[in-house]
């Protein structure tokens, strides 16, 4: 058969000339419209390493601190010269502990206490946070005055950046903050094993300063923790609560609609009007006290209801109506179907998106600027009416200070809000991995 | 009785009731024939609730009220001529009265009675005690604090008393009402319903409040300056607000604030669009699963940055790199190295603020895209479409009502975002088409007027709510536009 169908194949006539589809041209558009894609995606990620590259590169330098570990001598002469401190309780507060630290340096490099030039100089290397440092140490212990301990002191924010080789040494003399005799003493001090850095736990439990190396977000951290729990106690119950009706309950008429249309734009209003209805309301009618992370919690917790509302409500939906029908088939309540049957079932997905919730709360700075929370807070709050601060109010105000050791700083504290939001959110997927159900 | 104290005891009250109540109905059903109606934990809820619910709604009431009240008859006391002068000295001189009040309680009741009989030694007396004043108390205010003093005790006394007799009263009626057809698992879910009620009525109160409080500021901003200056007015140039004066002249121009934030979004639309529907195309139509999978979490974790990161990460990186650049540029082409491009400048918010939507744009349109529905899809493939065409001619066609959706949502987050802009715009308020250089937005306006204290009486403060409503009007008519437009065309293609 084979062989009579070759002559029949060759009376064929030449196979028209393929008509022009263009097939190149479509292809090569087709290689481009891909090329878009992936170009697009990579912008996006670039710009997220980029990101993150930056504040990293700037910041993991703020969790080390130079320390200069010298011997104190406690002088009686500088500290109590006339033995007053039994009668006196201001006498160990008001010392002068900056000369007590300045002439401990100056013992440790050797230089002449007579030369009032030397010694300013000196004083510089040191913070101004050595103050409360040793003042803390003498007031626990006043046995330590006339004794010589070995103390490590912060050094100035200056001889941090120079250490860590964020200052171009190489400039003149003239154009930098340090002079060429410090950088001199640096490099003894070094070589002596009495500067080095350590980790700087205070960037963790300090307060504000206005000197970089003494400034922490402490604070900070205590003012976010009590707003995340003011608004994860009201947030959560109120917005299950109106889920639970607006999902299981509301019949369907012109105000349950209304409520969901109202819902849906409050997720979408600027964070900024939540900071102005809590200023006018709260703080304005309520008389609430400003700056209080009370009211900042109450900012916070009526922009995350939408958001909870939202989630909760798909969490219901997700739940098969036949747990339902089979819970009201034995004879359950409505009441008793849904708090014992549907709700258990949906909780992974309602605490996965109050997590969400919670983290998006955490990173807000707009309305906390408004209801006064901008404040140089050094003192722990001890109660939620007390003056506080927030991780990124603090992140802000650190932004707008001029001195380059506070970049460090505020990147630093960036560093602290993003692992909190990546531990917050690594715990919302965890938790939908282990516990969401397919139906 | 301090509140917590009288909450605890109102909520041990409830904890008896739920307790008892609960242990009667168990020796109901156990002796009485008939059977009980609801299970035995019902009627302890019941006796809670009865315990509970209405003291602490005295409670409330009291609390609120209570002040108003003492407030106004002690204000009632103050002499005539007082009462004659405007409503700021009645309340500094209410204020004093409340911190002498407050330093009357630390003081002995023989240093009170000094107190009472020689007025001007009190500022020094209270001073040693960790009291300040801010003057020396008149006589008057002196008795008037006593009496406020008093006053307040009586009522806290009163309230305790009312408080826990209701929660007493409440727990014997609930207590007695037990009995096998009483239903009570009825009542009590009827207690549950009115509570999901109110917490849903709560968002509603949201919004009202929202409204309500912007809108009697913003009207008392427009007694002061007449809303076409504001609305149309070119020129922003607030003055500083002095304190009390209320009259000094500034200018309140909208447009000039309206300009610099609807660049800056343009700018940021312009950015992140064509980066979030081509990443979309890209994970809807080609990525593989596996890179789907590990690509779209990574693009969402920009939209789980806060602001103030982005904000930052525009004060400190992008833009000194864009002036720095536009330095170079400038020395290469006209060998006058000086920069033309600000640090803070329209460009360097809209950029960064572009980057911070992309993923708005790329998952909102990613939902999009995937539901449209295969068979148009398969429909362009079996026809001899590549994929590119079929996504160009086919899929976007379709989904186009829920990107322009997506796009409205994204652009009334442009124009709401404030971080960003305050850290990287400027403040600068300032009609020109230059993105190059520093403009601002209504946010960066509403910031700067109501950071530090003020109180709400100057024009300076008040045009801040001015601007956030119109901020809000703005965001509420896009978002209901795009909501509208989605819902409109959403079930075309199902």
Known sequence: MTNTASPLAGAVPARPARRDIGIKRRYAAERRFR????????????????????????????????????????????????????????????????????????????????????????????SEGVRSQLRNMVVADPSIIGTTQTVSLLAAGEIDSALKGQMNLDVPEANR?????????????????????????????????????????????????????IVLVLSLPIGVAASIYLEEFAPKNRWTDLIEVNINNLAAVPSIVYGLL??????????????????????LTLMTLPTIIIATRAALKAVPPSIRAAALGLGASKMQTIFHHVLPLAMPGILTGTIIGLAHALGETA????????????????????????????????????ERAFVERTSGAIIILLLFLIVMNVGAILLRRRFERRW | MSTSLILLIVALIGLAGYVLGARQARRLAAAALPKMHSRPGYYG????????????????????????????????????????????????????????????????????????????????????????????????????AAELNAMNATSRLAMT?????????????????????????????????????????????????IVASMLTEAIQFFQMVPAWEFFFGTVWDPRFAAAGATDSAGQFGLIPLLAGT??????????????????????????????????????EVLAGIPTIVYGFFALTTVGPFLRDLSTQLNGIAT????????????????????????????????????????????????????????????????????????????????????????????????????????????????????????????????????????????????????????????????
């Open chain 2, 335 to 494: 060998g006058n190295y000086s920069n033309f491009i600000q640090a803070q400048s329209v460009i360097t918010a809209g950029f960064v603020m572009g980057i911070m939507l992309i993923p708005y744009v790329s998952s909102l349109s990613d939902d999009i895209i995937t539901a449209v529905p295969r068979a148009l899809r398969d429909g362009s493939l079996g026809l001899g479409a590549t994929r590119s065409e079929t996504i160009k001619r086919v899929v976007l066609p379709a989904a186009l009502p829920g990107i322009v959706g997506a796009l409205l949502m994204t652009a009334s987050r442009a124009i709401g975002e404030t971080m960003i802009v305050v850290l990287a715009a400027g403040v600068a308020a300032r009609m020109q088409i230059n993105p190059f250089e520093p403009m601002t937005t209504v946010t960066v306006k509403i910031v700067s007027q109501l950071t530090g204290d003020l109180e709400f009486t100057s024009p300076q403060t008040l045009v801040a709510f001015a601007l956030g409503i119109t901020l809000f009007a703005i965001t509420l008519c896009l978002n209901i536009y795009a909501l509208y437009i989605v819902r409109k065309y959403r079930e075309q293609y199902e």
């Open chain 2, 262 to 299: 609807l660049y800056i979004g343009f700018v940021a639309m312009v950015v992140a669009v064509p980066v979030g529907i081509f990443s979309a195309i890209y994970m809807a139509e080609y990525a593989s699963p596996r890179m789907r999978s590990a690509v779209k979490p990574l693009l």
């Open chain 2, 161 to 209: 008393i009312a408080v826990i007799a209701a929660s007493v009263v409440g727990f014997f009626y609930a207590y007695r009402m037990i009995a096998p057809r009483f239903r009570a698992r009825n009542k009590v879910e009827q207690v549950i319903l009115a509570s999901l009620i109110t917490a849903s009525c709560i968002a509603i109160l949201t919004t009202v409040g």
């Open chain 1, 177 to 229: 903050r340090i002079s060429d005799q410090q950088v001199g003493w640096m490099e003894q001090l070094t070589e002596a094993g009495a500067l080095a850095k350590e980790f700087n736990t205070g960037i963790f439990f300090n307060g504000a300063s206005s000197r970089p190396e003494a400034a922490g977000v402490g604070v900070a951290l205590i003012g976010s923790l009590y707003m995340m729990g």
């Open chain 1, 278 to 299: 809590g200023l006018s309301v709260f703080i304005g009618f309520a008389g609430l006290p400003r700056s209080a992370a009370l009211v900042g919690g109450l900012v």
């Open chain 1, 367 to 402: 309305p906390l600027l408004l209801i006064g929370m901008v404040a140089f807070v050094a003192n722990y709050p001890t109660t939620p009416m007390d003056p506080a601060t927030a991780l990124p109010v603090q992140i802000y105000m650190w932004a707008n200070e001029a």
């Open chain 1, 35 to 126: 090329i878009y894609g992936i170009a697009a995606i990579s912008f996006g990620l670039l710009f997220l390493f980029l990101l993150l590259w930056s504040v990293g590169s700037k910041g993991y330098t703020a969790f080390q601190q130079t320390m200069i570990t010298i011997p104190v001598e406690f002088s009686e002469q500088i500290i109590d010269k006339d033995n007053e401190r039994d009668t006196d309780p201001t006498k160990l507060m008001t010392a002068n502990y900056p000369v007590v630290a300045r002439n401990a340096l100056a013992a440790a490099l050797g230089a002449d206490p007579g030369d009032r030039q030397q010694m300013r100089e000196i004083g510089r290397m040191l």
């Open chain 2, 45 to 144: 809820s019941y006796v809670a609730v009865w315990a509970g619910l209405p003291a602490l709604l005295i409670l409330a009431v009291w609390l609120v009220a209570s002040p108003i009240y003492v407030n106004s008859s002690i204000r009632d006391n103050f002499p005539e001529d007082l009462k004659a002068q405007t409503e700021a000295a009645q309340s500094l001189t209410f204020g004093t009265i409340g911190s002498v009040a407050r330093g009357l309680t630390v003081l002995t009741p023989e240093e009170v009675a000094q107190a009472q009989a020689n007025p001007g030694e009190l500022r020094v007396l209270l001073g040693g005690k960790g009291v300040p004043l801010a003057g020396d108390p008149e006589p008057f205010m002196v008795s008037a």
